[in-house]
């Protein structure tokens, strides 16, 4: 049930939408307030189960996520997130009180510690909002083969991602200091 009266029956084409998925219900109406405030349309899921299906069903533009959760945890949501095809690309904002180093190593973008205030809230939406609004995305190929290397840079093309290619390890950490990608491609 929609107890959070969000905006799941009145979600346009070219909205950008926010899923919420939080269990402390007076906490996600916080975010679903702020998230309405930056322009967002928002979809609100109280257990992880519930977040899974909506995340599939209306594949919101970006995720922030308790781990926390009741039924099934979300570890377990970021990870099946992840793994999924349709939802893989979708970025995640943890909002949590439980260990901030595991998230950024399943794939959040981002992490913020609970108890949380609000202007880091307003920062994580607009870190949302930069990221994606941005249109030219960053990717770093990390790859030993020198053709199959070239083969990935071709296929992707740089029209909205601009590639980096290194073959090796030491390379690839050598340019992730000197910037952030997006996403890696890891062999």
Request: charged letters at 30%.
């Amino acid at each position: 049930p929609n107890e959070l009266d969000d905006d799941r029956d009145s979600i346009n084409p070219g909205d950008q939408v926010l899923m919420i998925v939080e269990d402390d219900v007076h906490f996600a109406r916080i975010l679903l307030d702020m998230a309405r405030g930056k322009g967002f349309k928002v979809i609100v899921a109280l257990r992880g189960d519930v977040a899974l299906d909506m995340a599939r069903k209306y594949g919101p533009d970006a995720i922030t996520l308790d781990l926390q959760l009741p039924n099934v945890d979300g570890w377990t949501v970021l990870d099946s997130l992840k793994r999924d095809p349709k939802t893989r690309h979708i970025p995640v904002q943890v909002i949590s009180v439980v260990d901030r180093e595991h998230g950024a190593t399943v794939g959040a973008i981002a992490y913020l510690e609970k108890p949380v205030s609000r202007e880091a809230i307003e920062g994580a939406f607009s870190h949302i909002c930069d990221f994606i609004n941005r249109e030219v995305k960053d990717l770093l190929i990390v790859e030993d083969d020198e053709v199959q290397r070239n083969s990935m840079t071709e296929m992707i093309g740089n029209r909205d991602v601009k590639t980096t290619a290194v073959a090796t390890g030491e390379e690839a950490l050598a340019a992730l200091k000197n910037r952030t990608f997006d996403c890696m491609v890891l062999d």
